[in-house]
T-cell receptor, first 112, second 115 residues
Framework: ELKVEQNPLFLSMQEGKNYTIYCNYSTTSDRLYWYRQDPGKSLESLFVLLSNGAVKQEGRLMASLDTKARLSTLHITAAVHDLSATYFCAVDAMRGYQKVTFGTGTKLQVIP | ETGVTQSPTHLIKTRGQQVTLRCSSQSGHNTVSWYQQALGQGPQFIFQYYREEENGRGNFPPRFSGLQFPNYSSELNVNALELDDSALYLC??????????????FGPGTRLLVL
């Protein structure tokens, strides 16, 4: 069964600092998603990574995928308070239909 | 706004009761997935419907069932509610013709509390 692990689970960082969230998964897949969730809200799609070596950037966030290492990273550059949220990675098990397994999430708190 | 709506927003039920949650997708989105998100956890895949048929299921018992209708709406039914069914239930839809869709559009969720 596909396992998706994120670390750290909690991250408190000061504004202006850089940090990376890691997402490891246990089986072959080249379809990985990053989502953001604000407290009490639904999920917002951030990035879709569809191949080995894929890199996507939006504002202060950059996501990459290494399918050989079964690893994705979400890098935060010069964090701002508005980035405070819970970030989930999710992997498509590709079983003939889209069965997406989510990680446990990383709760990010950016301190002004 | 994703164009995906869910109703009701909140619901309180007692153990043993049955509940129906509803989702309305964007026009043309013929794939819908349902997820259960317990407090402090990531969403867990319940099942997926494609063109009104279930085409994939996660590790949930048969008392979790669903329907998808031609008008791009869908339902999640849960029978014999248990306390552990208390969670946020999310539906997510995607564009047609994409078996491995690139983007899922999530609704705002229904928060279910079972007492």
């Amino acid at each position: 069964e596909l396992k998706v692990e994120q670390n750290p689970l909690f991250l408190s960082m000061q504004e202006g600092k850089n940090y990376t969230i890691y997402c490891n998964y246990s089986t072959t897949s080249d379809r990985l998603y990053w989502y953001r969730q604000d407290p009490g809200k639904s999920l917002e799609s951030l990035f879709v990574l569809l191949s080995n070596g894929a890199v996507k950037q939006e504002g202060r966030l950059m996501a990459s995928l290494d399918t050989k290492a079964r690893l994705s990273t979400l890098h935060i550059t010069a964090a701002v308070h508005d980035l405070s949220a819970t970030y989930f990675c999710a992997v498509d098990a590709m079983r003939g239909y889209q069965k997406v397994t989510f990680g446990t999430g990383t709760k990010l708190q950016v301190i002004p | 706004e994703t164009g995906v709506t869910q109703s009701p927003t909140h619901l309180i039920k007692t153990r043993g009761q049955q509940v129906t949650l509803r989702c309305s997708s964007q026009s043309g989105h013929n794939t819908v997935s349902w997820y259960q998100q317990a407090l402090g956890q990531g969403p867990q895949f319940i099942f997926q419907y494609y063109r009104e048929e279930e085409n994939g299921r996660g590790n949930f018992p048969p008392r979790f069932s669903g329907l998808q209708f031609p008008n791009y709406s869908s339902e999640l039914n849960v029978n014999a509610l248990e306390l552990d069914d208390s969670a946020l239930y999310l539906c997510a839809s995607s564009l047609p013709g994409q078996m491995y869709q690139e983007t899922q559009y999530f609704g705002p969720g229904t928060r279910l509390l079972v007492l």
